[in-house]
């Protein structure tokens, strides 16, 4: 056996560097950290974590943060899909933090997420204790997922390395580019038969995603496309939303005040509800499993909180609460 083949199964792709981590002593604190990392990880939290930023902290940073948890989902749901690595098998701590996964591990969403979330986060708020915090998440991700046993070494390094891909990518091109940042369009603006090509155009690159699952293929397999259409609706009513803000320029300025603040999250709390939890639950009973359904809901409800969140907003009270 060469060092290659060493590397990949004793290391890499081995339950060892799993086991090492469960030292008796560390478990009161490993323990709770796990758990809470693991449900840091989950898409209701990262929904509410972006709809935080973009209302409340800053717009822009908003917009960063959403279009790299959405590519960041397309691109982790499909190389799961494609390359079916399976997860770590014949260990006790998923059953004993009270933690499965079904789709395949390679790469882990969980860190590839944490890392273009966080990372925006740490690149962009240069405030000591919020650099200290994202800087934790970061590193401590990987960690929390091998300890739970629902990945191994190798999935954390392609997660953190494709984290790194969709944040530095993105960097790049707000650099390059930053017009979709901006509350309005530069000069003159597209016709608004323009703008509904554009809109088309988002749909068009986003809805076949939704032929991706089929009914014969396996179910962690299908988990992985699963992923891959719920980032694509939600790519698409998001992208749909930004536009009609640009031609509206709708812009605002942070929160200055504690009301201020809770009138703006109970407002993206209420469309949450009713477009993720009750609509999300009427379609599983109405259309169980169906793609297009998955597509549609979280499109809406990703285009409830970057259009009309907004939309609402401006009209309670004159715009007193997202001046």
């Known amino acids: 056996m ?14 060892s560097p799993l086991e090492a981590l469960h030292i008796s002593f560390l478990k009161p ?16 939290f990262f929904m509410a974590l972006v709809s935080i930023v973009y209302l409340c902290i800053d717009r822009k940073l908003g917009i960063r943060m959403t279009l790299g948890l959405l590519l960041a989902g ?47 986060l740490f690149l962009h708020l240069r405030i000591g204790w919020v650099r200290g915090v994202t800087g934790f998440a970061i590193l401590f991700m990987p960690i929390a997922r091998m300890y739970a046993g629902l990945h191994f070494l190798g999935d954390v390094i392609g997660g953190f390395l494709l984290g790194l891909f969709v944040l530095f990518g993105l ?21 608004s038969s323009r703008l509904k ?35 694509a609706g939600s790519l698409a009513g998001f992208g749909i939303a930004i536009l009609q803000n640009k031609k509206s320029g709708v812009d ?32 599983s009973v109405l259309l169980p499993e169906n793609p297009v359904a998955r597509y549609l809901r979280y499109g809406i409800v990703c285009y409830y909180i970057g259009y009309l969140s907004p939309f609402l907003l401006k009209r309670i009270r004159g715009g007193t609460y997202l001046i």
């Open 2 to 15: 060469n060092w290659e083949q060493v590397l990949w199964k004793e290391y890499l792709f081995s339950n």
């Open 29 to 44: 604190l490993l323990d709770p950290l796990t758990i809470t990392f693991h449900y840091l990880g989950s898409s209701l």
């Open 74 to 120: 397309i691109l982790n749901g499909t190389c799961k899909a494609l390359l079916t690595s399976p997860r770590p098998i014949g260990l006790p701590y998923p059953a004993e933090l009270g933690l499965m996964e079904s789709s395949y591990g390679f790469p882990s969403g969980h860190v590839q997420t944490a890392v273009v979330l966080y990372g925006t």
């Open 171 to 191: 960097e790049f091109w707000f650099q390059r580019d930053s017009s979709l940042l901006e509350a309005s369009y530069q000069g003159e603006g597209p016709s």
């Open 197 to 231: 090509s554009y809109l088309l155009l988002l749909i068009a690159l986003t809805f076949p995603t939704v032929l991706l699952q089929d009914v014969n293929l396996p179910e962690s397999t299908n988990k992985s496309w699963e992923q891959v259409i719920a980032a």
């Open 252 to 283: 605002w300025k942070n929160v200055t005040g504690v009301l201020e603040f809770l009138v703006r999250i109970g407002v993206v709390i209420l469309g949450i509800i009713v477009f993720y939890v009750a609509i999300g639950k009427l379609l």
